[in-house]
């Protein structure tokens, strides 16, 4: 639409979804859609209309276990995603940016400043509350200085099956369909996720993933 940058509300909130789209459409720089939630039309709407940014506020959504944002994602790589309406949780907000989130908005914000989170990770900026980024410096620290020990339980050996799901974890796809295209069942496909955790020596998949393709396992 004329070059300008094309976003999506998705949002149970209404006044919120008007009041943002409002707000966007009266800027030349944007234009705005916007669903209650994530349904299959609402996805074909999201792809089908090439909107490059898709503002949330649901982190239920984001982190949930069925992957299906993270599947959006892959379909559309360069959709970026801003949350909004967040708490301040330490955790929480780590979790979201290991999952690719380009920007993270608390509760508090105003209208103005969701609009800027927009227009920043339009240009490429990432953006998060002044108050949570020290706690993305600690983690950045904390991954550093595990690494090595990572990195020698990794020259242990994932077996050839462990490293065929690594990539495809990578790709954000879900163990129902990594057990779909590698022909065996979900319930071998956690076990093996559960092994390549306790190998690399971290809490979760995702952050198994960063430590995979920092050790050079070429994902």
């Not at 976003?7 to 720089?29: C, F, G, H, Q, T």
């Not at 309406?85 to 979201?96: A, N, P, S, V, Y």
């Not at 809490?203 to 920092?214: F, N, P, Q, S």
């Amino acid at each position: 639409m004329d070059g300008s940058t094309g976003v999506y509300i998705l949002s149970e909130n209404r006044l919120l979804r008007e009041a943002l789209s409002r707000i966007l459409k009266k800027k030349p720089a944007f234009w705005a859609l916007s669903g209650p939630s994530f349904t299959a039309e609402v996805k074909a709407e999201i792809l089908g209309s090439g909107v490059q940014v898709l503002l949330l506020d649901s982190v239920s959504l984001f982190l949930a276990e069925d992957d299906a944002i993270q599947r959006l994602r892959a379909e559309a790589p360069v959709l970026k995603i801003v949350l909004i309406g967040m708490e301040e949780d330490d955790q929480t907000f780590l979790q979201i940016v290991r999952r690719g989130a380009t920007g993270y908005v608390l509760k508090e914000a105003s209208a103005a400043e969701v609009v800027a989170a927009v227009r920043a990770v339009t240009n490429g900026e990432a953006v998060c509350p002044p108050q949570l980024c020290r706690i993305l410096f600690e983690y950045v620290s904390r991954q550093a200085s595990a690494l090595p020990q990572s990195r020698s339980r990794l020259q242990l050996g994932l077996t050839r099956r462990e490293q065929q799901l690594v990539p495809l974890i990578a790709r954000g796809l879900s163990n129902k369909e990594i057990a779909g295209h590698l022909n065996v069942s979900e319930q071998t496909v956690k076990n093996h996720v559960h092994r390549i955790i306790h190998k690399v020596g971290v809490e979760d998949r995702l952050t198994a993933v960063d430590v995979c393709r920092a050790a050079g396992l070429g994902i």
